[in-house]
């Protein structure tokens, strides 16, 4: 792998006698992370169930390496939501962020999803996480892992920061910027990124990061926490972003990460992190966190009253269990709500909360993120495969299936199961499983 000569000589200038060693570890394969989705399973359980040979990732609670001989993207419990693919320095981030039940939490550069879900899975069902990136097409992989995860206080938004701030100023409980950056630290795992440095280097990022970052810090309410990372080692595009808010935020100072072995302090920022491939196992990140001064307090959340309700919504709404929340009809589309945060005038929302399905003419179709938001005791029909029945893939591909042994009395919207954790929805009739799992979703 040819490294640029500027980025070499900027490297060795920072590791000095280290320099050697973080060259050497281009020649190691790079680690695979997967990450348990405590929302569906708790790690205690996830374990007893694992398919994989799995070691704990010593800076997270829910993170776990596997091998590059597992291929946990195809196995049924990818498709039930369990488990999110993350590389493992990535999910430092956001497990630094002091998330509690009930806040109002904002990731600001979102997609592809890995620190929106671990957020989530902090919330714990309640509050409001708002999942932003300003870029609309990476936005719907954002989304689709959003609805895997089985995230039902969310909304995936597509909003430039600076429109969002004019709009709500002290808003948010905490913030995560996960900032566009250089991506030095990510040249062994994407070698392609180094084509990227060549025509941009690390001067292209640091003034399009301190506009997301201050235009965030705005948007933080007094007693807030904000986490800033990225995945590169440039001090103009870390520690330099950092004292430029901290400049022009006099309200706002960092607070130490603790750190364990193989972790680096911030070049003269000890509060700070940074991660080095040499020294720990993962790739490179630099994590800062900030805390805004003053208290806040949880504002007490009044939902509006039910939009009037098309008798097949009402009707499919038998069948189910749902909490306390707000349900409208948007279109086409049928939402339930738990928040009462309100959208300003040309604000990009791809979804705001969970989409229970679609009006098609006088008939209601659940949806897949419905499907994976619920647990079992939440519906009223349930099909449960067990993880060794071939059916199981027959399922995410999209087949009808024969269930005659299984079920050939229930008819109707029936939720699909395997080993008592959803997977999506189908209607059975006289023991045929009629296949309603989402083309966009299906097994490949």
């Not at 100072?253 to 364990?260: A, G, N, R, T």
Request: net charge negative.
């Amino acid at each position: 792998m040819e490294l640029p000569v500027k980025f070499k000589e900027q490297m060795k200038e920072l590791l000095q006698d280290e320099y050697e060693d973080y060259l050497q570890s281009f020649d190691h394969e790079r680690y695979y992370g997967l990450r348990i989705n405590t929302l569906k399973i708790s790690v205690e359980e996830f374990l007893k169930i694992s398919p994989f040979k799995l070691q704990p990732i010593p800076w997270t609670n829910d993170g776990f390496y596997y091998s590059s001989e597992d291929k946990p993207s195809k196995h049924p419990y990818y498709y039930a939501g369990l488990y999110y693919l993350q590389e493992p320095s990535a999910m430092l981030p956001a497990q630094v962020l002091p998330v509690d039940e009930n806040d109002i939490v904002l990731d600001t550069c979102a997609a592809p999803g890995g620190k929106s879900t671990k957020l989530a899975t902090k919330l714990n069902h309640t509050g409001l996480l708002i999942s932003n990136d300003i870029s609309s097409s990476r936005c719907q992989g954002l989304l689709k892992n959003v609805e895997l995860f089985g995230c039902d206080n969310a909304w995936v938004t597509s909003e430039d920061l600076t429109n969002m701030e004019e709009h709500y100023p002290e808003t948010f409980d905490k913030i995560l910027v996960d900032a566009p950056c250089s991506g030095e630290g990510m040249f062994r795992k994407e070698p392609d990124l180094i084509k990227s440095w060549i025509e941009k280097d690390d001067t292209f990022y640091p003034p399009i990061q301190k506009n997301i970052l201050n235009a965030a810090v705005s948007m933080l309410k007094p007693g807030g926490s904000i986490v800033y990372s990225t995945c590169t080692f440039s001090i103009h595009e870390n520690e330099e972003v950092i004292q430029d808010v901290l400049d022009k935020h006099p309200d706002l100072h960092l607070v130490p990460i603790e750190k364990i072995d193989g972790m680096m302090p911030g070049i003269n920022m000890e509060e700070c992190v940074r991660l080095y491939p040499h020294k720990i196992k993962g790739e490179g990140h630099f994590v800062a966190l900030l805390v805004k001064d003053g208290e806040t307090k949880h504002k007490k959340v009044r939902l509006e009253p039910s939009d009037k309700l098309d008798d097949c919504v009402t009707d499919f709404l038998k069948l189910i269990h749902l909490n306390k929340g707000t349900i409208k009809v948007k279109k086409d589309k049928v939402i339930w709500l738990n928040s009462d945060f309100q959208a300003y005038k040309g604000y990009r929302v791809l979804r705001s909360g969970l989409l229970l399905g679609q009006l098609k003419g006088k008939h209601f179709e659940p949806s897949q993120s419905l499907a994976l938001a619920l647990c079992p005791e939440q519906f009223k029909n349930v099909l449960n495969f067990s993880i060794e029945d071939e059916r199981v893939i027959k399922y995410l591909k999209g087949e009808t299936l024969d269930v005659k042994d299984l079920d050939s009395k229930t008819s109707g919207w029936t939720l699909v199961c395997v080993n008592n954790f959803p997977l999506g929805f189908a209607k059975l009739s006289k023991g045929s499983l009629k296949n309603k799992y989402a083309k966009g979703w299906r097994y490949q």
